[in-house]
């Protein structure tokens, strides 16, 4: 199935993901949004591949899909800002791994104890 031609879009190019907002029209001529996420893989030959990702909103929806991304979008900002914290984005980022050993005990119900042992030793 064909779409309809675009009545009106904007692009968002970020990284390696380039996202497509599009205002489509249905065949009753009302209006819809697509939002695509188009994603680039390289291959180790050079050459690359898109994976894409589409998403239909209908009118209907709008005020529901604007309320809950607004609710969204604010709890991780309140929660973690705007920095950008993963190992994509900072050549630098260590995560940061607990120091604490946690005993057979507690990781696993019913036992009781627990024997290291060496390779060695078998």
């Known amino acids: 199935m064909l779409e309809k031609e675009e009545i009106f879009s904007k692009v968002l190019r970020a990284g390696r993901r380039t996202y497509f907002f599009d205002v489509r029209a249905t065949k ?17 030959d ?31 900002l309140n929660h973690k800002g705007e920095e950008v914290i993963s190992e994509r984005h900072q050549k630098d980022f260590k995560k940061e791994y607990a120091t604490e050993r ?11 104890s627990f024997t290291d042992i060496d390779f060695d030793d078998i």
């Not at 909103?57 to 991780?76: N, Q, R």
């Not at 946690?102 to 019913?110: K, L, N, Q, Y």
């Open 28 to 44: 009753a001529d009302d209006y819809y949004i697509t939002i695509t996420e188009s994603k680039k893989f390289t291959e180790e």
């Open 46 to 76: 050079g050459s690359f591949h898109f994976k894409k990702h589409k998403i239909y909103l209908y009118k209907e929806d709008f005020t529901a899909f604007t309320e809950i991304l607004e609710e969204m979008t604010s709890y991780v």
């Open 102 to 112: 946690v005993s057979a005990e507690d990781s696993v119900p019913g036992i009781s």
